[in-house]
């Protein structure tokens, strides 16, 4: 068993300050189910210095757990300093409301030894969860596996690195909030680096009301627009089309998005779980989505500012 490496969990808590409904446990509990040997996992759990209620609560609920207390506590940095906190040989991150499967780290494992760099995991909602099958969709059904066989990018609440590689090539310290795991898998595949996508590597996302949900997809529109000023390299794709064109780029944006969709749903139907009957109403559902993401990203291309001062992004 000391030949297996060893695997150091990273988890922010940040979601624990802003969702009071979220058990910490879960997450933990999951780990604690997985099938590799407990003895080669380690777990970080990163808390903002003002929260010395978690601090007491972790301490003496989960004791076999390490903590690393922070100052600057947004989603994307509590990540980054656990990383720099680990010991292990592979880097594993879940958010704090997400449970993986068993086997969530022999997949991972594997699919390192066997030469990926970074690996994504396969983030759903729970079954039967109100409009769950819709919005895992549009939040998580993005990650695929290409034709080349790499993936198109990975979630932060769900993925795997050879740990010297995101120990070196980490998240962008201006992304406070989402798009810095879009960012740092194109600069990962731009470098020559291996990305994969790994179905086996299934946790289950706690799932929000739809209000929560559609201002994730608000969120994406902003992203759209703050990850191409902020990518320099123009490793996006749509980096290019939104500095060439702005809001006619907006516009292909908008229709490269919506023909991806109708791509997804007849092309990653399995993995999705979409039956043939429901296809109509992903097909119906598809254009007011995008078209809520394309007002956001035209929102912040005219007023950079708005959604920074109404929601911190």
Known sequence: MSNDP?????IETVNESTEPDIDLGRVLGGIGRQTWPRERIEIVIVIDERNSAMLDRIQRDFPAVRTLVVRDSNYFSMKREGTYATTGDIIALLDSDCDPCPTWVERAVARIQGGADAVA???RYPSGARYGATFSFFNFGYIQRQRDGQATGFLPNNAAFRASVLREHNFDPRIRRGGAGHLLGNQLKSLGFRVEYEPGMLA????????????MRVKAGFDAINLARIDADS?????????????LGLFRVFVRR???????VFTNRADLDIAWWQIPWFLAV??????VEFFSALITLLWPNYFKNKYGW
Do not use: C, W
Not at 235 to 247: A, H, M, N, Y
Not at 258 to 264: E, I, S, W, Y
């Open 6 to 10: 060893l695997v150091s969990f990273v």
């Open 121 to 123: 995991g396969k983030t």
């Open 204 to 215: 289950i996302h706690n799932m929000y009301g739809v209000g929560e949900e559609l201002q």
């Open 235 to 247: 490793v996006i794709d749509e980096t290019r089309v939104l500095k060439q064109q702005t809001v």
């Open 258 to 264: 919506l023909l991806f969709d109708v791509r997804t």
């Open 286 to 291: 598809a254009p007011l989505i995008r078209m």
